[in-house]
């Protein structure tokens, strides 16, 4: 049976790591993406990709105004739920039960059916109200995993950077990867 995961792409910077999630699973397991508007937004901000591009790459793709679709739904089953980047608006909506878009429709469904979820945090500083719902959401067996590059692989390019964290996220995700050098 071919993994499934949902890919959640919000408007926090960054979103550079979740094109390149993206492109690693859609050649390795079965994906579904969901863009937020903002997320599109960054997109064009920051990068030189387009919609198209990512729309192109996933198995199935959806807006995050489109809540009808069948992964807002609890019986339809997906083994992981990975938003990167994710902002703090974000997971502050999950950690707190609001589901008023797509993708934090999926993260109750993901809390609620105990699937594995994986936050890729694009915020500094952190208050504490953010901390706080950060472990909220750790005692209910989600990674947070802040999208901070280390320094120790001695990065010659951003891509390095870059490939580190979608490494770690490939990582708890149990899929083997080598796009970045171990310590």
Do not use: Q, W
């Amino acid at each position: 049976m071919i993994m499934k995961i949902v890919i959640g792409m919000t408007g926090a910077s960054g979103i550079i790591y979740g094109v390149k999630l993206v492109e690693f699973l859609s050649k390795k397991v079965e994906t579904i993406l969901i863009v937020s508007k903002t997320a599109e937004n960054m997109l064009n901000t920051e990068t030189n990709y387009n919609l198209d591009y990512l729309r192109n790459l996933a198995d199935e793709f959806y807006c995050n105004n489109e809540m009808e679709s069948k992964v807002a739904s609890g019986s339809n089953f997906f083994d992981a739920f990975v938003i990167s980047p994710c902002s703090i608006s974000t997971m502050s909506k999950i950690a707190s039960g609001i589901s008023d878009n797509l993708i934090t429709r999926v993260g109750s469904v993901s809390l609620k059916e105990n699937r594995k979820m994986i936050l890729a945090i694009r915020e500094t500083p952190l208050s504490s109200i953010a901390l706080e719902n950060m472990l909220k959401l750790s005692r209910e067996n989600v990674l947070i995993l802040p999208a901070a590059p280390p320094f120790y692989i001695k990065p010659r390019r951003i891509e390095d950077m870059v490939d580190f964290i979608v490494g770690k996220i490939l990582d708890h995700l149990e899929i083997e990867n080598k796009i970045y050098n171990r310590y």
